[in-house]
């Protein structure tokens, strides 16, 4: 079984920056993709930012130039950098990761789900 926990939400004004990570725990043997996805409320889940294995990265047009997203492989760990942040960056962003765990099984799970608000 593998458990995400997400930290580093939070409020933040206008033109601010916030860093998420999730970090994954549990029997993995690789983690393959890594993502960041959001909700806003009434609004349906969308991806932000995605990672493969090999550190390819792509961003959601709404998001580029001012998140980054990145990996740390040895500490099971993804991360987004976000700044200049805007009101409707506001969302509950959720991060996901797939990959195989010990028993050569696939998996695919998500965080809980961290608020960021961002609002004078």
């Known amino acids: 079984q593998v458990q995400l926990v997400e930290s580093g939400g939070g409020l933040v004004q206008p033109g601010g920056s916030l860093r998420l990570s999730c970090a994954a725990s549990g029997s993995i043997r690789s983690i393959n993709a890594m993502g960041w996805y959001r909700q806003a409320q009434g609004k349906e889940r969308e991806l932000v930012a995605a990672?493969?294995?090999?550190?390819?990265?792509n961003y959601a047009d709404y998001v580029k130039g001012r998140f980054t997203i990145s990996r740390d492989n040895a500490k099971n760990t993804v991360y987004l950098q976000m700044n200049s942040l805007k009101p409707e960056d506001t969302a509950v962003y959720y991060c996901n990761l797939q990959g195989l765990t010990f028993y050569y099984v696939s998996f695919g799970s998500w965080g809980q789900g961290i608020q960021v608000t961002v609002s004078s």
């Open positions: 990672i493969s294995s090999g550190g390819t990265t």
